[in-house]
C-alpha cells in the first residue's frame, strides 16, 4: 500500500504563488509515477501534472504550463507542485496521485493511490 499526504493549500490572492507538498509512504516504485490533478466546484476532476521518477519526465496541462512547475525529492519520497501566477480559475481541491506504471499519466485511471486532497482558493 501506498499513503499519500497533501499539504501546502491555502488562500491566496490572485497573481501569488502557493507550494504543494505530496508525501508518499509504503510502498515505493522504481518507475512510479506521481501527479497532481485538480476538481473544481461543480466540474470534473482534470490532470494538472505528471513526473515520472526514474527519467525525470514531466508533462502538464496546457491550462498550467508555464506557470506550475512539478518536482520531487527522492530522499523524501515528497511530490511537489509549485503554482506561480495564480488565477481565480485554479481554485480547486488539488489531490496527489500515484501508480506503478501508469501508462496514461494524464487519465485519473491510470492511478491506483490518491491522497485526500488539499483547498486552494485564489482570490481576485
Known amino acids: 500500500q501506498v499513503q499519500l499526504v497533501e499539504s501546502g493549500g491555502g488562500l491566496v490572492q490572485a497573481g501569488g504563488s502557493l507550494r504543494l507538498s505530496c508525501a508518499a509512504s509504503?510502498?515505493?516504485?522504481?518507475?512510479?509515477?506521481m501527479a497532481w490533478f485538480r476538481q473544481a466546484p461543480g466540474k470534473e476532476r482534470e490532470f494538472v501534472a505528471t513526473l515520472r521518477w526514474s527519467s525525470g519526465y514531466t508533462y502538464y496541462s496546457d491550462s498550467v504550463k508555464g506557470r506550475f512547475t512539478i518536482s520531487g525529492d527522492n530522499a523524501k519520497n515528497t511530490v511537489y507542485l509549485q503554482m506561480n501566477s495564480l488565477k481565480p480559475e485554479d481554485t480547486a481541491v488539488y489531490y496527489c496521485?500515484?501508480?506503478?506504471?501508469?501508462?496514461?499519466?494524464?487519465?485519473?485511471?491510470?492511478?491506483?493511490?490518491w491522497g485526500q486532497g488539499t483547498q486552494v482558493t485564489v482570490s481576485s
Open positions: 496521485a500515484a501508480d506503478s506504471m501508469a501508462t496514461r499519466p494524464t487519465m485519473q485511471a491510470s492511478y491506483d493511490y
Open positions: 509504503g510502498r515505493t516504485f522504481r518507475n512510479a509515477a
